[in-house]
């Protein structure tokens, strides 16, 4: 399986589309790494990679809905610290357990399925509210 970018996914805000396009990236040399049976330490490596990159992209939506008030902040940045915590659970595991099969495999699901789910739902919303503003 390779994560590839889909273009449903698009925002129309340039500096996140950029950024999400980079953390699609980022999670498919995770997973081509896992499916090439690569050893814990680049695995851990590609980890970490991925979770510095999520830890900069989200602090950076953060702050475009500070500057334009955004209503849904609160609940919105909740999800980031979510996903943050399920990524630093995965960290522990993986230097734990190793990239055993099940664990990549939940992994992929898990954050892939979670990536998209929120660029659809609510950074689409956030993103629509931007532009909403910058037009009136
Ligand atoms: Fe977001």
Redesign the pocket.
Known sequence: MSITWNNNLLTGVELIDSQHKELFGRFDSLVAACNQGKGRDEVMRLLQFLDDYIREH?AA?EQLQIKHNYPHYGE?KA??VSFVADVDRLKKQFLSEGATLPLVIQTNQALVNWLIQ?ISS??LA?ARFIKERAAS
Do not use: M, P, W, Y
């Open positions: 989200f939506e919105h999800q980031h929120h609510v950074d956030f």
